[in-house]
């Protein structure tokens, strides 16, 4: 059995969670890509037993970001709808925000094993690329470089704020970690506002 890691980049939405595309069927920068079949298996994964998400493929319990649920396969895209931790109890998850609204590009990687592949010639780039048809995914992890250059994504929730979109709670936050405030205090660092 072979393992595999797709990148692909990731955002955050105006509901408070986090979206992104697990994996297309794009070929990445180690001339691999999926085949739509594996893109229907992977969503199929995470409809049926969901997946954490975690930070660097880095596997311990305190690495945990939130999990994933939620999966749906559009134009050969795996888009996925992600529960964040609680900011208040993992310092992970306000970083995590605060890069996001910073409009650091962040990726999505997809860790698991490959059960059945082949090899198929790419006449753009001129040689053999690998077609995983057949996978098992085990996690989704944050990183910062997504395999697929031209994929990341723009932060739809820092424009819906600015411009106070109907629908989008309004609610201080804290310039230093971006958590919520009460009565002009940080609930996570208490830096007074």
């Given at each position: ?8 980049p990731?955002q ?10 697990a994996?297309?069927t794009n070929?990445d920068?180690?001339d691999e890509?999926m ?16 997946v954490?998400?975690?930070?660097n493929h880095?596997h ?6 939130g999990?994933i649920?939620?999966?749906?396969l559009?134009n050969?895209q795996?888009q ?11 310092p992970k998850?306000?970083?995590l925000?605060n ?5 650091i590009?962040?990726g999505?990687s997809?860790g ?7 090899w ?5 780039l001129g040689?053999?690329?690998k ?5 098992k995914v085990?996690?989704?992890?944050v990183?910062?470089?997504?395999s697929n250059s031209d994929s990341f994504?723009?932060i739809p929730m820092?424009?819906?704020k ?8 309004i ?5 230093l970690?971006?958590s919520?405030t ?10 007074q506002?």
């Amino acid at each position: 059995m072979n393992s595999f890691n797709f990148i692909i980049p990731l955002q955050k939405d105006v509901s408070g969670d986090l979206t992104g595309i697990a994996s297309t069927t794009n070929i990445d920068k180690d001339d691999e890509k999926m085949s739509e079949e594996a893109l229907k298996s992977m969503v199929s994964d995470i409809k049926t037993a969901g997946v954490n998400l975690f930070e660097n493929h880095e596997h311990g319990w305190q690495n945990t970001l939130g999990v994933i649920k939620n999966a749906d396969l559009v134009n050969n895209q795996v888009q996925v709808g992600i529960t964040l931790d609680d900011a208040t109890t993992n310092p992970k998850i306000p970083m995590l925000l605060n890069k996001l609204k910073k409009g650091i590009m962040l990726g999505l990687s997809v860790g698991g094993n490959v059960l059945n592949y082949k090899w198929e010639y790419d006449k753009n780039l001129g040689k053999k690329v690998k077609v995983l048809d057949k996978v098992k995914v085990y996690e989704v992890s944050v990183v910062g470089i997504p395999s697929n250059s031209d994929s990341f994504l723009s932060i739809p929730m820092a424009i819906a704020k600015s411009a106070k979109l109907p629908g989008f709670p309004i609610i201080t936050d804290c310039p230093l970690c971006y958590s919520h405030t009460n009565n002009g205090v940080c609930s996570l660092c208490l830096t007074q506002i």
